[in-house]
């Protein structure tokens, strides 16, 4: 195994490429852990993304909202993790702080071991546009533009020549290729969100982010891109954190992180979608 000194001076030195991906299972420390041992994986690599002591609080004096409370994890390269827990737990306030959406009160957020912080105007750019992928519930596709016009228009807004092969790839991938010309409206729920997960996938990010991606499917299209996910994984070696209401999540997710209070509570693997629900269930009652 790769040494922590070892791999904390990569994290350090460069950033590294997506060919050091090592598909490895990280751990979630119970234990406080240092700002450079947070963004060292279990298996010793840097981490694809993770966070140290996270707080976010929203507003001040009596009305403040502590929405995450000290929350430190960390994802493996390859890893699919899903977050789930009650609502207003601050799984939303997690997954745009980890992304460089919002920031944290305190503690810090990484991506492939740069703190999230530390990035300049640019710097956040470029993570948003190339280094993260998202896939959000209302799928937030351009109306007036085609399936395929919409998987490219990442790389378009970056500048990037665009890859015919890749692109097409990439359609074929999310299982897109007969419906390619199509515009947003003529298609299904789930084949909006394949255009989606095909757009998120397009800039070959590091880290693919998912807000309730099967929240606005019927439960056979969800369960269709639960496992399109998965085949990112298998396939691309694509590390995805979704956070999700959906217990069947189980059959895919390596790892299960439960939120409650802005706080995590639980790490579930291997588990049942009834023991995901009963874990959510109890921490609703
Ligand atoms: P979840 O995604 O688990 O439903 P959120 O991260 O959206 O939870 O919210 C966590 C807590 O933070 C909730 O109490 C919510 O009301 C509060 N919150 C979220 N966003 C804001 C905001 N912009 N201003 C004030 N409070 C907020």
Redesign the pocket.
Known sequence: MQSVALAVAEAVAAEPSRDAADGHVAAVSAEPVTAARSRVAADGHVAAVSADGVTRR??EGETA?D?LRGVSLSVARGELVAVM??????????LHILAGLDKATSGEAYIGGRAVSGLDDEGLTSLRRRKVGFVFQFFNLLPMLSAEQNVALPLKLAGEEIDRGWVDEVIGKVGLSDRREHRPAELSGGQQQRVAIGRALITRPSILFADEPTGNLDSKAGREILELLRSCVAEYGQTILT?THEPRVCTVADRILI?AD?LIVRELDHVSSGEVRSAIDALER
């Open positions: 929203y507003g909202v929405a827990g009650p609502s207003g737990s601050g799984k939303s306030t997690l956070v939120l802005g």
